[in-house]
């Protein structure tokens, strides 16, 4: 998308310090029918659907090529906008869409496309078609490396994209964008349109588009699929967790406490599959993990970059709307949990900084978490 | 308690005591969520049997990883629909089902 008058612009912000990194125009709901008619147009009558498979893989060899030429300044990019530690966005936003390339590359080679079989009333030829113009709708947390998981597979199997970033971390896809267009692929194929909630409603429930890959909370997935069902347009939906680590009475505790802690707090919790209920034998509760009492080490003034990953325990939370829920929900429940370890007094100023805490309670959650309207905060 | 039930998406973990294994499989089932979890233990068959019993996406042994060769996605409040792997890619493919006449035979 051009960046010319007429658009809404935002600023970008560093995380840390507020600072303003940069201004990104939003999308208009004329910039969406837009892509969709040339998405729709490249789908319908371009050549990108009817390549070869082998022509196909080419083109996306060389995006996932370009993005390891590109990896710092990717990381670099990633880590302004949402406050990752530059080693977790190196690891987490370059090579890791360079694996989801690769995997993807090695699948679509070996899927079934045509099958025929035998069936009840005669022979079968059962076919998979590219699903045609594909909504990818990504989160500000690990921006790229979502961005991957969808384009990749739309991409190898002829589908066309508009691609959705978070207006909380727009800036990489326009590295993204430069990367596509040199890797050749025809006009029209993806489109990159930084949007505003409004506008994203209009994206998914936009007639034009036949499917939607979301990720994100559970009350915007749920509101994606809402929109979506006009259309009966499908969906695919990556949303958030809870997800328990149990340690068992024979675990080896120093092992376990080595492989919970960074998978509790990758990216400062912000993981949708971070492990952040930790289930020890009451009978061992004094030796079980602690990872409060590991003190985050952290200024205010430094920043991801400047920061030794073995010192990054505590980074700034990357979204505006999560820095608050964080804050005001670890401290408010912290200190409502019977036996709580309640969260240190570190916030910065700017209310950016979210140290590590936990809370532990004395009766099994499982009496107080039964199934009820529990909303999701991201 | 909710702040065992919600997803902060900070760094915010909660310790849960449990007695036995049965009470640990409920307790990790007790969540509107179904993405991902871990078991820790000596015995990684005990722990292929205890990731039997949970309703999650996807789960993990005395390790923590997500594979790109397979199927990542949610039970529940978690999602629908599964990325990487085969079942990822069939999710950007429509089936379609061509009836061939009689006596048909591929290739033939």
Known sequence: MDGSAGHRHDPDRLPHTEQVIGSVPHASKADVDRAVAVARKAFDEGPWPRMTLDERIAVVSRIKDAIAVRHEEIARSISSQNGSPYSWSVLAQALGPMMVYDAAITVARAYPYEEHRQGVLGPILVRREPVGVVAAVIPWNVPQFVAAAKLAPALLTGSTVILKPSPEAPLDSYILADIAREAGLPEGVLSILPADREVSEYLVGHPGIDKVSFTGSVAAGKRVMEVAARNLTRVTLELGGKSAAVVLPDADVATAVAGIVPAAWMNNGQACVAQTRILAPAAGTRRSPRPSRRRPAHSSSATPSTRRPSSARSWPSGSGSARWTTSGSARRRARRSSRAAAARRTWNRAGTWSPPSSATSTTPCGSHARRSSARSSA | MRIAREEIFGPVVCLIPYGDEAEAVRVANDSDFGLSGSVWTADVER??????????????????????????????????????????????????????????????
């Open chain 2, 47 to 108: 722990g292929i049997d205890f990731a039997r019993r949970i309703r999650t996406g996807t789960f993990n042994v005395n390790t923590f990883s997500l594979d790109m060769l397979g199927p990542f996605g949610g039970y529940k409040n978690s999602g629908l629909g599964r990325e990487f792997g085969p079942e990822g890619l069939s999710e950007y493919l429509e089936h379609k089902m061509i009836h061939l006449p009689a006596g048909y035979e591929a290739g033939a």
